[in-house]
């Protein structure tokens, strides 16, 4: 089974609302990532947050981790038309090598 | 430019045929990784390597193979033994261990017929 989970698969809103998106794992992790993806494209790095960091910022990304919930969101302030891809969290178990990446939340921003 | 290239974007193949996929990457990265995306899913990890010589297997290996003989190449062969091989697949690197994200070459889409 998937060890993240992307909620909502859809979502679609206004430019300029915000957006967001959340993601739910299974173990313990080291860290969690959010990866964006363009349509038929590779997935570019968003941002990293560590199990012992509660929230990070980067520009108009902001992250949250909650490790006991296993659960993190991730929120895109002042959206643009040319935010609309798919966002995907990954994760590592804690000891493992293995990425195990969502089945993502295709953002779509309206002009 | 440091990157990581995939060739080719587009791959036709018969059913029956093996057919060998193309990374590199010159960003002096120890760990590579090799993944399948289906239409409106996720990805899912097929082989890692963490150091030349050494490859591990992930979660859907089956009728899959690689190599990592050289840092900077990992191909991955698609052999006739895989039974649903039409898909989108991403080749990655990093620096080894959790800590570091992982670049992302554009992808090859492989159609068999």
């Known amino acids: 089974s998937q060890q993240g989970e992307e909620d909502p698969q859809a979502l679609s809103i206004q430019e300029g609302e915000n957006a967001t998106m959340n993601c739910s794992y299974k173990?313990?992790?080291?860290?969690l990532q959010w990866y964006r993806q363009n349509s038929g494209r590779g997935l570019v790095h968003l941002i990293l947050?560590?199990?012992?960091?509660r929230e990070k910022h980067s520009g108009r990304l902001r992250v949250t981790l909650d490790t006991s919930k296993k659960s993190s969101s991730l929120l895109i302030t002042a959206s643009r038309a040319a935010d609309t891809a798919s966002y995907f969290c990954?994760?590592?178990?804690?000891?493992?090598?293995?990425?195990?990446f969502g089945t993502g939340t295709r953002l779509k921003v309206l002009a | 430019d440091g990157g990581i290239t995939q060739s080719p974007k587009y791959l036709f193949r018969k059913e029956g045929q093996n057919v060998t996929l193309s990374c590199e990457q010159n960003?002096?990265?120890?760990?590579m990784y090799w993944y399948r995306q289906d239409p409106g899913q996720g990805l899912r990890l097929i082989y890692y390597?963490?150091?030349?010589?050494?490859?591990q297997k992930g979660d859907i290996a089956e009728g899959y193979s690689v190599s990592r003989e050289k840092k900077e190449s990992f191909p991955l062969t698609v052999t006739s033994a895989q039974k649903n091989p039409t898909a989108f697949y991403l080749c990655?690197?990093?620096?080894?261990?959790?800590?570091?994200?992982?670049?992302f070459g554009p992808g090859t889409r492989l159609t068999v017929t």
């Open positions: 390597s963490q150091i030349v010589n050494d490859f």
């Open positions: 173990t313990s992790i080291n860290n």
């Open positions: 960003l002096n990265h120890d760990a």
């Open positions: 990954a994760t590592a178990a804690s000891g493992t090598y293995k990425y195990i």
């Open positions: 947050i560590r199990s012992n960091e």
């Open positions: 990655a690197s990093s620096y080894p261990g959790q800590t570091y994200e992982q670049y």
